[in-house]
């Protein structure tokens, strides 16, 4: 059955006009490739959310509110098998746990699923929801947070964290789907949820990103509730004057006016999802990809220099010098480059403090160099056009990579339907019996 377009959003502004928007979203409105896109999300999220749920982090966020350790109507679970809470307090802490390891899809700029599938997840069993419905509010959350992403240039150039900050108002949207709410209502939770967004790129490499994250959706979905209790935003809380894109826009000049474009294109299907081979930043990931083709053409030549090129804003998200722990590791191009030839792969066994003290991969991050330059990709304007790695071997001879412009598992390069369970059963075996790990694939790709 073909989907149905929904009417456009109309131009009373930006807030009233996505808001309206969500209100009148339907589940024939949806495309039919949108479905199996969120269904790969959400299925990856739940692979990296197990996998990170015995990090540190998680403690501390589980420590902050009441699990019961049996269901209770109304309550979501938490951490998949380990207790229940309230929808809100379980999505914080599922989506840390999610983060905690940056193991999780990227999109729009940012992670769309961690934050997105974590919080419809939670309200579908707290509201005795399905998963098409579920689906689609992933959806409705999906369109706003691309609309507020594409409307400024340069892009999150200032120092915000856009997952932490569209995420949140993202969430609210899809929030306001799942409770129902009617446009007027919907536009007070994407207004309180402008004020309610926050997150710095500064704090990467720390534990506060995954909680970063994690605020982002139980804020979410509280101001979904709040705006269903009658509480109110400006009308233009987010494209005002004063507003949540002014505020954020590093030349201060974003694009406020003109209606929003959801329901007239779907970024789903355009933009869709990335789904990540390595558990490290995915600025890393093209010239992993790099680095792992060349160590396989040296046949086990050790190199002597390391040269790889990126683009300024890639080289921005990451953490500069030689990594101290696991967590520094995440976004540190020279392990990333020094795991990859001294290993030939990085993996969740490779994110490790023992792996970032291995004498032969500190020995190859002291030869890596980074080489920034400052073209952008056309329709990726946080990503250069390719990125590339230079080796120089001892006796002088340089080999160099081919051009990489897109990762394996991009959007435009998916994974299979094989390596997605791949990936999935080896995150969940990272924390769960493996008799359990293929039941709980089954779940998840069961229709419902």
Not at 2 to 8: C, I, M
Not at 58 to 78: C, D, K, M, N, T
Not at 82 to 109: E, P
Not at 345 to 371: N, Q
Request: charged letters at 20%.
């Amino acid at each position: 059955m073909e989907s149905v377009a929904p009417p456009a959003a109309p131009s009373a502004g930006l807030t009233a006009g996505l808001a309206a928007w969500v209100a009148q979203l339907q589940l024939d409105h949806l495309p039919l490739t949108a479905h199996s896109t969120v269904q790969r999300g959400m299925i990856d999220c739940a692979g990296v959310l197990l996998a990170g749920r015995d990090e540190e982090v998680v403690r501390h966020a589980q420590a902050l509110f009441q699990i019961f350790p049996e269901h209770r109507p109304g309550l979501s679970r938490v951490l998949a098998d380990r207790g229940w809470a309230d929808a809100a307090h379980a999505a914080m802490i599922n989506v840390t746990a999610a983060h905690a390891l940056d193991y999780d899809d990227t999109g729009l700029d940012g992670h769309p699923s961690v934050v997105l599938a974590p919080v419809v997840t939670a309200l579908a069993e707290s509201l005795g929801r399905s998963k098409t419905q579920a689906r689609c509010a992933y959806v409705a959350g999906y369109e706003v947070w691309a609309e507020l992403s594409e409307r400024d240039e340069p892009r999150h150039g200032k120092g915000w964290h856009p997952t932490a900050v569209f995420g949140c108002v993202a969430a609210a949207a899809a929030t306001a789907w799942m409770l129902g709410l009617d446009a007027e209502r919907t536009r007070h939770a994407l207004g309180l949820a402008a004020s309610m967004s926050a997150g710095l790129v500064g704090n990467f490499g720390s534990m506060t990103k995954p909680l970063q994250v994690g605020w982002a959706a139980q804020n979410g979905i509280l101001a979904g509730r709040l705006a269903r209790q009658g509480v109110t935003a400006a009308p233009d809380a987010i494209e005002g004057p004063r507003g949540l894109l002014v505020a954020l826009s590093p030349a201060g000049r974003p694009r406020l006016d003109g209606p929003p474009e959801v329901g007239l294109r779907w970024r789903i299907e355009s933009s869709g999802l990335n789904i990540k081979r390595y558990p490290i930043c995915y600025a890393l990931h093209r010239a992993t990809d790099a680095a792992l083709q060349l160590r396989e053409q040296l046949a086990g030549a050790t190199p002597d220099h390391i040269a790889v090129r990126l683009g300024r804003q890639q080289v921005g998200m990451l953490r500069p010098g030689i990594p101290a722990s696991a967590l520094d590791a995440k976004f540190s191009v020279p392990f990333a480059m020094a795991c990859a030839f001294a290993r030939g792969r990085v993996g969740l066994a490779d994110l490790t403090d023992d792996a970032v003290h291995d004498p032969a991969i500190r020995h190859l991050m002291s030869r890596v160099e980074v080489l920034v330059w400052d073209e952008v990709d056309a329709t990726e304007p946080l990503f250069s056009p390719h990125d590339e790695v230079l080796v120089t071997l001892a006796d002088g001879l340089q080999v160099r990579s081919e051009p990489v412009a897109r990762a394996l598992g991009h959007a435009s390069r998916p994974l299979d339907h094989q390596a997605l369970r791949a990936k999935f059963l080896d995150c969940a075996s990272a924390t769960m019996a493996p008799e359990q790990t293929q039941v709980w694939w089954d779940e998840l790709t069961k229709e419902g």
